[in-house]
Structures are given as structure tokens and as C-alpha cells.
């Protein structure tokens, strides 16, 4: 048995205490209202390349008005029963889904775990499995048809501290695929709308970025994040008004069970070949030098021909300071390196990458040749891209001493401003059908 990463998404109450307290400070100053979903103030947010005020909270009537709809913000999805529209959803799924019985703990602990080096269900977290042992699901997205290429993308967005980074692939004209955690897209739903504003790629990355393969580990348990892809979905649409049709587990922890619940909701797998390790040099799991090698090593691969008849995907985050740092200081290597950086749909030739019909990435051709994309209509509260080319300080991605915000569970505004969430509907209430036909 191999050894598996901790999860590095749990967080100290303390944390959760201090952002409580700071958003209750800032409505009992009245600040609240200054920070409205005007043009105005949405533009400044989302122009904002300091931490300290791109990372304030903000009030959004879109999401505020919907929040009973959505599991609470970073917490495990509790599950809300007689959504009829869930239960049909489920109706028309549950019969592709396995009964695979779950593995680990929530937070990701396998160790003591009975599994076959049969790998039957094909579970990526022990053998790196990307073609599933179960027929109709087709396979994971580990690497690209396109030679001389990388897939090039950041998970764990949006990040209230990602102008700096986000202007800087404006000014190289780069876009990627950012796979975004529901509650982030919830709590900085202006940050997730530049994205799409920036003619980024957006793929699903889960409500509250837990482990997959362990639900329904009991009842009470499997009310966590097997509904967390939906719920994710469903806010990106909220905020963005697009519906992708990707996802990427967190951890990589994908198996067949988890693949047939997300190709059923029309998700695709995508997983990675290259891994920076970036997001564990906040947990001081490997240091920073190691994540340098781990660029280097790609970089050496890709002039060593690895590349040559097939291109790559590289893991890598937008999670903090150093992540996003460290994807600016290797961007120009990779770029000349290899011959094309593109988000991971243009890679794979799929020019509609949503289930609305726009906006379209274009094919790898129009992409790699600057042709005819369709940019995305302008949400209406993102960025002004063509005015946010401020230049990129390699320090000033987050200020000093800033903590990394994206994983930060009780910023949540379900908490904060009150919104108990005491019900769902549609996808939400799906996952009851999910647990009652498998518990
Ligand atoms: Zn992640």
C-alpha cells in the first residue's frame, strides 16, 4: 500500500474564528453596503491586486439571494430530502452507477485499507487508473492528443488575491483552464466572472474540495461532497452563466463509482500527468526548491522529446502567493519550451466546452494560430480586461504575511450574513437518491 498525501484542506477553527469575527466587525460598521454589486465597486474589486483589499468580503445579490439553494459554504453538503427534480436525476443515472463500497476517511486516510492490486475499480489514488474498468465511461483526460503542447492549468479558484496573476496572462495573451471550488466561486463570485471574462477555460472542482471515493462511508457521512460537484456546477452557473462540462477530483481521488455519478451529470474526468506539488509547500510537506525541480524535470522532459508525438498536462494551483508566483517565474520556459500553451479543451480540440452554447475556446488550430475564438459576452461585473495589464510584481501576487485565501471554509457568506441554509433544490437534493440507493 502506497502512502497518501494528507488532506491539506482542513482548517484550524482558529482561522474560521478570526474571518467570522472580521466580516461581523465589518457589518456592524456599515461597510457592508459600500461594497455592493454596483458596476462601480465590482470593477475595483475585481481590478484590486492587494490582498489586504482584494480579499475583503463583499456583498453579491445574486449569490446572497440564492444561498438557501446550495449546501453551506466549505462545509460537507448536508442533504435535504423531496427534491422531486433531484430524484428524477438520480432516477435516470443510478442504474450506471457500481456499488463500489468507499475507501479511507474523509480526510483521506487509507491506511488499514483492504483493496485489490486488481485495481477493479479502476481508483486513480492507487494505481493512477484513467481508463475505467466499467463500460460506457470513457477515459479520463490524463494527457493531450497534441504534440508540443501543455495543458495549462490552475485548480482551487477563484482566489480573492488573483488580479496580479490574472492580469499578468492578460498581458502574455495566455488563457488556461481554472478548475474552480464551488464555495470559492460562491464567496468571490467576482474573481470567477473576470475568469470567464478573461476568456479562461472553467471546469468543476467540487463544493468544498474533499475526498471523493470515500462517501457513503456511513449515512451520516455520505452527506458530503458526492453532491459537491453539483453544487459546484450549479454555481458557476449562478455567477457565471456557463455550465461546464469537466471536472478534476481533488486529490486526484477518482473511481468508478465517482466517474459514473460525473459522467452522468455530462462531467468528463480530467486528471494530470505532471504534478508541480506546489500546494504543499504551504503545508511545509516539500520545499520550495522541490517544486522548482518538479518544473525543471518538465521542462527537461519536454526538450528531451517527451513531447514529440504527445502533449501534457502539468497540475499545478491557484491557491496562493507562492503557486501563482512560481507559475509567472516558469511561464516563459514553458512557453518557449514548449511550442503551445493552451487550456485543456482547446488541447482536446473541443471547441464548445459548456453546455450553453458559448462562449467558444475555439479549435487547437484558431487558438495556437491567434484565429476566431468566440470571447465570452462580458458577465457584467468583471474586470475590464484591456485596462487590467497592471504590471506583475513577483512579490505582490499576496501581500506579506498574507494567508492563502481559497480554502478558507468560514469566510463563507452562508455563515456570515446569516444564511442558514435550510434547503435545496434540483441537482442539491439529487444526492439523496445517490445515498439512499447505495447505503
Ligand atoms: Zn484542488
Known sequence: MRNFPPNAFLIPPIRKFVYHSIYTLTLLLGLNALLDTGKTSAQLIARETSSNSGCKPYYYGPVNTQLSSFPTIW?????????????SKWDSIKANVPKIPPKGTPNGDFSGLNYSDADDDCWWTYSKCVHPRLEGLPSDVADIPEPHTLAYSFDD??????????????AQGQK???????????????E????????????????SHRYMSIFFLSRRLSATDQLASISAMQAIKLVTDITPTCWRPPFGDVDDRVRAIANGLGLRTVLWKYDSNDWRVDDGDISRSAVDANYERLLNESANGSFDTVGAILLAHELNNFTMSEAVKYYERLRSTFKNLVPIQVALN??????????????????TTGGSASMPSDPGTGSDSGESKSPYSPSGVLGPGSEPQSQMPSSSRARRIGGVVVGGIGWWAMAIGILNAVV
Open 75 to 87: 462545509e460537507p453538503a448536508s442533504i435535504l430530502h423531496g427534491d422531486s427534480n433531484a430524484e
Open 157 to 170: 479558484g477563484p482566489n480573492c488575491s488573483h488580479n496580479a496573476f490574472y492580469d499578468y496572462l492578460v
Open 176 to 190: 488556461a483552464t481554472m478548475f474552480y471550488v464551488g464555495s470559492n466561486v460562491m464567496d468571490w463570485p467576482l
Open 192 to 207: 470567477a466572472q473576470r475568469a470567464v471574462t478573461d476568456g479562461h477555460e472553467i471546469c468543476v472542482h467540487t463544493w
Open 350 to 367: 473541443n471547441t464548445h466546452p459548456y453546455v450553453e452554447d458559448r462562449p467558444s475556446l475555439g479549435d487547437f488550430h484558431d487558438y
